[in-house]
T-cell receptor, first 114, second 114 residues
Framework: DAGVIQSPRHEVTEMGQEVTLRCKPI?????LFWYRQTMMRGLELLIY????????DSGMPEDRFSAKMPNASFSTLKIQPSEPRDSAVYFC????????????FGDGTRLSIL | AQSVTQPDIHITVSEGASLELRCNYS??????LFWYVQSPGQGLQLLLK??????LVQGIKGFEAEFKRSQSSFNLRKPSVHWSDAAEYFC????????????FGAGTILRVKS
């Protein structure tokens, strides 16, 4: 079975540019999560969706970050404008609904803002 | 507030030796507990999970973990470590509230020496 698919795997761009990260969750999963991982701050939850609706975006660092889930099989995380401190690995994860369902992670997008 | 503590940032063990990674949690009720492993350049992979019942749970790759309510601990163990086990290990607890949100520990990096 296909797992969570993220694209691109690597992104290098200059500060000020718009960056769009993409995620395809596992088919049938009701929840989708976006995380950011850095050496300094570890793994941070940015936002999560349930049935395509954002539930909690309290982890989104600034208004420069936005996320959408237009349908059950696709989500985007956008940074506009990007800054060097946004450099990190961004993970998408998905899970079934229900107490204690594990999250399944994609391989991440390594983002470098120059 | 709910939290997860992994006291060891780095651990080095010899190949063939036993391993124990520590995890302590703070949670108001019986938690759902997870261990994930992250190899370099990869996403997080679920090793095992605890919901209820038998406090000793078996996972993939020969790992097991024991839930101890009295100590608020969920330590991960493996009787004989292989060089391929070198990775970062994350303990997580959830759900925290509505939805499947998890709280992750800071991770423990395992190094295996031959």
């Amino acid at each position: 079975d296909a797992g969570v698919i993220q694209s691109p795997r690597h992104e290098v761009t200059e500060m000020g540019q718009e960056v769009t990260l993409r995620c395809k969750p596992i088919s049938g999963h009701d929840y989708l999560f976006w995380y950011r991982q850095t050496m300094m701050r570890g793994l941070e939850l940015l936002i999560y969706f349930n049935n395509n609706v954002p539930i909690d975006d309290s982890g989104m660092p600034e208004d420069r970050f936005s996320a959408k889930m237009p349908n059950a099989s696709f989500s985007t995380l956008k940074i506009q404008p990007s800054e060097p401190r946004d450099s990190a690995v961004y993970f998408c994860a998905s899970s079934f609904a229900g107490w204690g369902q594990p999250q399944h992670f994609g391989d991440g997008t390594r983002l470098s803002i120059l | 507030a709910q939290s997860v503590t992994q006291p060891d940032i780095h651990i080095t063990v010899s190949e063939g030796a036993s391993l124990e990674l520590r995890c302590n949690y703070s949670y108001g009720a019986t938690p759902y507990l997870f261990w994930y492993v992250q190899s370099p350049g990869q996403g997080l992979q679920l090793l095992l999970k605890y919901f209820s019942g038998d406090t000793l749970v078996q996972g993939i790759k020969g790992f097991e973990a024991e839930f101890k309510r009295s100590q608020s601990s969920f330590n991960l163990r493996k009787p004989s470590v292989h060089w391929s086990d070198a990775a970062e290990y994350f303990c997580a607890v959830g759900p925290m509230e509505y939805g499947n949100k998890l709280v992750f520990g800071a991770g423990t990096i395992l190094r295996v020496k031959s």
